[in-house]
T-cell receptor
Framework: NAGVTQTPKFRVLKTGQSMTLLCAQDMNHEYMYWYRQDPGMGLRLIHYSVGEGTTAKGEVPDGYNVSRLKKQNFLLGLESAAPSQTSVYFC??????????????FGPGTRLTVL | GENVEQHPSTLSVQEGDSAVIKCTYSDSASNYFPWYKQELGKRPQLIIDIRSNVGEKKDQRIAVTLNKTAKHFSLHITETQPEDSAVYFCAPRLVGGKSTFGDGTTLTVKP
């Protein structure tokens, strides 16, 4: 099992450009999450999904959109990137199907810089 | 939403000493209490968790204690080693709900 993978690992964008970050998991997990982590801070939830075809807003959703068309993939889109979106983005997933299956497993992260 | 506070924000100990990090939360409905460790440049990884039906859980040198009445839980690391140096996050939540992460505690273990 590869676990949770993220594409790309690094990206530099200019202000106003768009991009999509891809998260994939091969553990048949129900829930998937997108977080951002700024220097010296904790992880802040952007959007999450409790199942295929469903998404919900987290703590800091403005400027981002998401889609979960397939259970194993969760896409994070930036339509018009801003310097304030410079951050490290982590995807995570959790099973959530029965008791004791709510551990979140994280991907390796994507380092995004917006100039 | 859930308000989560971690204390202290930084902690420096000598190798072999104990370290304790406290996490305070606001949502009394929270019933799952994990601690994550994040080494520099790496992803967060679960090191221990506890559920609301127990008060303490131990795994070798790591333990977590929960006080639901006071709405706080703590991470205890005994016999600290240099490889314990990392940032530790708490992330309390209601099972099936979303997590709110604390701002993290940077632990430095000096050899």
């Amino acid at each position: 099992n590869a676990g949770v993978t993220q594409t790309p690992k690094f990206r530099v964008l200019k202000t106003g450009q768009s991009m999509t970050l891809l998260c994939a998991q091969d553990m048949n997990h129900e829930y998937m999450y997108w977080y951002r982590q700024d220097p010296g801070m904790g992880l802040r939830l952007i959007h999450y999904s409790v199942g295929e075809g469903t998404t919900a807003k987290g703590e800091v959703p403005d400027g981002y959109n998401v889609s979960r068309l397939k259970k194993q993939n969760f896409l994070l889109g930036l339509e018009s990137a801003a310097p304030s979106q410079t951050s490290v983005y982590f995807c995570a997933s959790s099973l959530e199907r029965e008791s004791n299956t709510d551990t979140q497993y994280f991907g390796p992260g994507t380092r995004l810089t917006v100039l | 939403g859930e308000n989560v506070e971690q204390h202290p924000s930084t902690l420096s100990v000598q190798e072999g000493d104990s370290a304790v990090i406290k996490c305070t939360y606001s949502d009394s409905a929270s019933n799952y209490f994990p601690w994550y460790k994040q080494e520099l440049g790496k992803r967060p990884q679960l090191i221990i968790d506890i559920r609301s039906n127990v008060g303490e859980k131990k795994d070798q040198r790591i333990a977590v204690t929960l006080n639901k009445t006071a709405k706080h839980f703590s991470l205890h690391i005994t016999e600290t080693q240099p490889e314990d140096s990392a940032v530790y996050f708490c992330a309390p939540r209601l099972v099936g709900g979303k997590s709110t992460f604390g701002d993290g505690t940077t632990l430095t273990v000096k050899p």
